[in-house]
C-alpha cells in the first residue's frame, strides 16, 4: 500500500514542497530510504534495555531525528520557526534528551511543543524539566491532560494499581482531539487517539523530507503509541469490555495511518533495533504489521485470561 514511487523529478519537487508548506491532503512522494543509525547506538542498547540509558542520537529521516535513550524513545522534529519534541522520557533522561539535541547542532530553547505518546512516568516525567529548560507548550489529549497536571496515574489505568511512581505536575497548554493538527511554521503533526494502553494515549503522523542539499524526497512519518495489553495484577481486560474496543479500535486505526517510516514510544515495541541491525526499517507495511502484532498480543493476554 506504501510501496516507494520512482517518481520524475518535477513531481518530487511538487510532493516536498506541498509536505514543506503543510498540505495535509494525500501527496505523492518518492521517498528516500531512512538513515541508519551509528553503529554505536546499536552496538550499545539492547531489546529490552534501561530506560535512561544513554543513547547516540541520529537522524531517522530528513528534520526527524532520534534524542531518546535505549530503552525509551523521544523523537525531535526540527522546523525553519522552531522544534517539536515528541516524549520526554524518565525525569532522570531529561538532561540526556536535551544533551542529544545539543550534540545534533540545535538549541533546546527552539523547542515550540512538547507532545506525548500516552500518559505514563516513562514517557512524560521528562515534560516538566524539559518544559522548565526550554519554554515549550505541553499539548496532551483531554483524557491524558489530568494526568500530566497533577502527575498521578489516572484512576481507570490498567496500570493505576502497579506502583507507577508521582510525576512532577506540569501546565497542559493545548489539548488536542482526533486529527488535530499541530502547526509550526513549516511543520504540521497530526494526532491520533489511540486509547488502550492507557486512556489518552495519542500517535502522531507527518512528513518528513530530505535537507535542501540533497535529492528532494520525502517520507510519512508515524509515531506510534505501545498499545500493549499491560496492566497491574488485579487488572482484567476482559472484565472491562470498552477496554478491549478500544484496544481493537485503535488497532485498526494504527494499520492504515500514513506510516512509511515507524517508531514507537519503546523501541522494543515495534523490534526497532532488529529492524536496523536486519536493514528491514522502513520497508513498506510497517504500520499494517506493527498492527498485526499488536492484536495478535491482545487475543494472547484475552486468551490467557480466559483460561485462569
Known amino acids: 500500500m506504501f510501496a516507494r514511487l520512482a517518481l520524475p523529478l518535477a513531481m518530487v519537487l511538487g510532493a516536498c514542497a506541498n509536505a514543506h508548506t503543510g498540505d495535509s491532503g494525500p501527496v505523492p ?3 528516500a530510504e531512512p538513515q541508519v543509525p551509528d553503529e554505536r547506538f546499536v552496538e550499545a542498547c539492547e531489546k529490552w534495555d534501561e530506560w535512561d540509558k544513554p543513547a ?6 530528513g528534520n526527524s ?7 525509551i524513545s523521544a523523537i525531535l522534529v526540527t522546523g525553519d520557526e522552531g522544534h517539536i519534541l515528541l516524549d520526554s522520557g524518565v525525569e532522570a533522561a531529561a538532561p540526556q534528551v536535551l544533551a542529544s539535541i545539543r550534540s545534533l547542532g540545535f538549541e533546546p530553547s527552539d523547542i515550540r511543543y512538547i507532545l506525548m505518546s500516552h500518559e505514563h512516568f516513562d514517557h512524560v516525567a521528562g ?5 522548565a529548560a526550554t519554554g515549550a507548550e505541553i499539548v496532551a489529549s483531554e483524557r491524558a491532560a489530568p494526568v500530566l497536571e497533577t502527575g498521578k496515574v489516572a484512576s481507570d489505568d490498567p496500570q493505576a494499581n502497579s506502583g507507577h511512581p508521582d510525576m512532577e505536575p506540569v501546565e497542559v497548554s493545548r489539548i488536542v482531539a482526533d486529527g488535530d493538527v499541530v502547526e509550526l511554521g513549516n511543520l504540521r503533526i497530526t494526532a491520533h487517539t489511540t486509547p488502550g494502553h492507557t486512556p489518552g494515549a495519542l500517535s502522531w503522523t507527518w512528513w518528513s523530507c530530505t535537507p535542501p542539499d540533497q535529492p528532494p524526497v ?8 505501545s498499545l500493549s495489553a499491560v496492566s497491574a495484577d488485579d487488572y482484567r481486560f476482559t472484565d472491562h469490555p470498552e477496554a478491549v474496543a478500544a484496544f481493537r479500535t485503535s488497532i485498526d486505526k494504527v494499520r492504515f495511518l500514513p506510516c512509511d517510516i515507524l517508531t ?4 522494543s515495541s515495534s523490534n526497532m533495533i532488529e529492524r536496523w541491525r536486519e536493514g528491514t526499517y522502513g520497508k513498506p507495511g510497517e504500520c499494517q504489521r506493527y498492527a498485526d502484532a499488536l492484536g495478535k498480543r491482545l487475543d494472547e493476554r484475552l486468551a490467557k485470561e480466559a483460561a485462569q
Open 29 to 31: 512522494s518518492a521517498q
Open 56 to 61: 547516540r542520537p541520529f537522524r531517522l529521516m
Open 65 to 71: 531525528w532520534y534524542v531518546g535513550t535505549c530503552g
Open 127 to 131: 515534560h516538566a524539566a524539559i518544559a
Open 218 to 225: 520525502c517520507s510519512r512519518m508515524a509515531y506510534v503509541d
Open 264 to 267: 514507537t514510544p519503546h523501541p
